[in-house]
């Protein structure tokens, strides 16, 4: 979400440039976007006229960190009327290899190898053009046409025209030369994609940005564009691709004509090899947990998810699967990869699915069958209904033949004639012929239909339950810790970062403990007396305190680590307390000295007074006033652990540049602002946050209009994470912490905890530390402001150097523009929403820190990168605050693998085990209901005659579940 620098912009020309170099000026262009981390696909057709509206809607989705993409092919005119020069948010038809019209372009796809998910290094990308260099090279030899070259932002393609049919012949022609070119230009480091020579293949759309991954200074974001662009002339011919397909390439057979669009069955089991075909994508095929499973190079619904991560599924019965492991394809299926390969199903011709062996009485339904929900029911049903039954003056046949085929049944017509088929075949009846003739909207009064079916069974034993749905491949529980970015010592300042490595070594605790409580620290010394403008011509001012915690389990040195983060301010505490005393001491002394002088004073006015010489007496006591001494001396607290309120005010009031709150365990003090009479210090803490906030109390007891011109607090301490967990779950749940007090703690980290540990003893490092209490004592030092206008002391302020304010800026415009996109949790986007302040704050501490005036790009960019790397830990408290916990799931789990609970079993064959985490009838129903979710359950309801009781609840177990105890 937040951008380390800023990225580039697509551009409007350069979309223009691509179009006219690709297409003709009357093709019809589908644009496609996958939206960025969301399960979705928008698409749009666009005619010649409307290229400036295409690239308009193409720059609009690629803001939004979208990948766009075009056809490379021109394709049937006609998918025109399908969004016609617009976009259809959640798009469920685009192009199909069978609807392009002609193979134009043969697209070289050099694409650099590097972590999934992830945009390609310079040095990546370099690679990249280098391989597409010497290829190019090598087929202008050969007599090739000069192609259309263009950086893709993560690779490089070369495009070399074409003039072919799309057909079978085309196909195979354009595979066999990619694989031959792959073999002869393939490296280590760089790859010839060899999945796109499929005729429907779409090409990322040049003016636009590759956006994988976060855009980061060592894998950035960049934008696509041609490079080169030779007028259209010569084409690539059928004799020159030939030359490159390898001897040992087998030309596919060509596959029949009857199953090229057909349903997908050839003799009672669908073709797989000819869908594969068809579809153009290769595949590696091997076993995978008792299946075949065919490894497609990349996703047939998103080509940037690459090889492996998508793959077809044929199980032992037959069934077909389809799964990408990306969650914006987690919602695909089969079906779903059938219909976009051959078509809508009621688009396709060709004999009917084959259910054959489905209603055998006791039989579950076979994995392949793919009936729905109320197929399966009705299923159930037949299975029950004889031959010789009747429903009034209708026979079975005709009551199941009417009904299955009536309209309002809503049952697919290729399943519905499949089950009448199969009861023919079961029980020797003709109601498929009676649903072949009968109308699906024929009206009457009370019409067949399902229900008839239905009634019809029950009146035959059938008790109403569906068949049950094949099990499916159980999934894993998911990790309740979103996973989270390791500390980087760069992150902070460079007088603090040896000081800090030094503490989390010696206490063999993670660096993120001590590293947040210096940062904090730091920041609390900083408090009012300097301030960061974030715009350059705005009154906008951000008070640098920070607000920060550590989450980790008892015995994971905390509370250490925070005390030796602290000690700069306990030192700095000390030499304090001395000065204070020593000025206590010395106003004490001519408090007392004043005292007698303003007693002579009087006497010698009272004789004046006496005489008559008011006039004198008046000035010998004025006189006597004004020789006073300044006040009493206020203590410099550079640190609160247990103050209430009141005592915090007042606190504030002698300290006017602000303090840091400490508290251990921060629990105690959040519930207790929770509690009712407590929302008076609730709002002070809130108030505090800001930093430039004025507060005034009046007190009967403490008096009145006792005035702070700005409260400031910085604060600190830790947390358990269960503590952590409960906190959030009753803040986003409407709770009294629901007003964003925990979301203003920006430095909250959870970090891991290294499952090792060595005994560290040695002393301190003396320099390190010698250098980070200087740094502390310096800042402390650090002059405030002047106001010209009254003179009185303010915040200095601090602004962005010309680079940075610009870096600002374009964070800036991502940043709120993720931040209203939806995607997150109204808690974590509360929290996220305070990185408005904390990064400029982190960027002027870090600056100071390193004893600069200006807050520059370097500082800025430290700022960022605190930010994402903080963003990681929010994300995974909230996860465990809004998450539903798993602890007993995966309890569950464990113990139905080990074979000590039974298949069938109930709530109360569970909780009266007494096992961990597994204790309650609520606690268990709750991890079953996980359990189902994922696949390894199926919750069975067995309802009692009427009168009986309540419904008795039991639990199923996948085979697949015991098969992997």
Known sequence: MNAPYPRPQPDTTAILNALAALFQPDDVVELRSF??????????????????????????????????????????????????????????????????????????????????????????????????????????????????????????????????????????????????????????????????????????????????????????????????????????????????????????????????????????????????????????????????RFRLAHCPFNPEHGKGEAAIFRRAGGALGFKCQHNSCSSKGWADVRALVDGPREQRQGPAVDFSGLLKQGQRVPPGSALSADGRKLHGALAAIPRSAKSDKHSAERVIGMALRHSLSGIDEDEGAALCGEWDRQTGGASLAVFRKSDPNYSATQPLTAASVFALAKEHGWTGEPTPEPWGEPLPIPSALPPVRPFDAALLPAALAPWVADIADRMQCPVDFPAVGAMVALSSVIGRKACISPKRRDDWLVIPNLWGVIVGRPGVMKSPALAEALRPLDRLAAIAGDTYKEALRDFEIRAKLDGMAGKAAEVKAQKLVAAGKLGEAGQLLADAADAEGVGKPALRRYKVTDASMEALSEILIENPWGTLAYRDELNGLLRSLDKEGQEGARAFYLQGYDGNQGYTSDRILRGRNLHIDAVCIAMLGGIQPGKLQAYIHDAVSGGAGDDGLLQRFGLLVWPDVAGEWRNVDRWPDTDAKRAAFETFQRLDALAPGVDPDSGKEVPAVHRFTDRAQSLFDEWRQSFETALRSGDHHPAMESHLAKYRKLVPAIALVCALADGKSEVDDRDLLRALAWSEYLQTHAARAYAAGTRPETDGATALLAKIKGGAVPDGFKPADVYLKGWSYLGTPEVVKSAAQILCDLGHLRRVVARQQQGAGRPAISYQINPATLAKG
């Open 35 to 292: 939206a960025k981390g969301r399960k979705r696909t928008d698409a749009g057709y666009f005619d010649g006229e409307h290229r400036h509206e295409l690239a308009a809607r193409a720059i609009e989705l690629n803001r939004t960190g979208a990948a766009v993409y075009v056809t490379l092919n021109p394709i049937d005119p006609q998918l025109l009327s399908r969004y016609a020069n617009r976009i259809e948010n959640g798009a469920t038809t685009t192009t199909t290899d069978a609807q392009v019209t002609r193979r134009r372009w043969l697209l070289l796809d050099f694409d650099p190898a590097r972590p999934s998910d992830t945009s390609a290094t310079d040095a990546q990308l370099e690679s990249a053009k280098a391989a597409a260099g010497e290829c190019w090279q090598e087929l202008q030899a050969d007599g090739w046409p000069d192609p259309l070259a263009a950086e893709s932002g993560n690779g490089f393609h070369l495009l070399y025209a074409l003039d072919l049919p799309n057909d079978n012949e085309s196909r195979d022609l354009i595979k066999g030369a990619l694989a031959g070119l792959a073999a002869r230009f393939d490296t280590d480091q760089v790859k010839l994609d060899q999945s796109v020579f499929n005729a429907g293949r779409i090409t990322k759309l040049y003016g636009t940005l590759a956006t994988k991954g976060d855009h980061t200074p060592l894998a950035p974001w960049r934008l696509s564009q041609l490079v080169a662009t030779p007028e259209r002339g010569a084409v690539v011919t059928a004799d020159q691709l030939r030359a490159w397909i390898p001897a040992t390439t087998a030309k596919p057979a060509a596959q029949a004509a009857g199953s090229q669009r057909g349903n997908g069955q050839a003799g009672g089991a669908f073709d797989l090899d000819g869908f594969l075909a068809r579809m153009g994508i290769p595949f590696e095929q091997d076993q995978h947990e008792g299946s075949e």
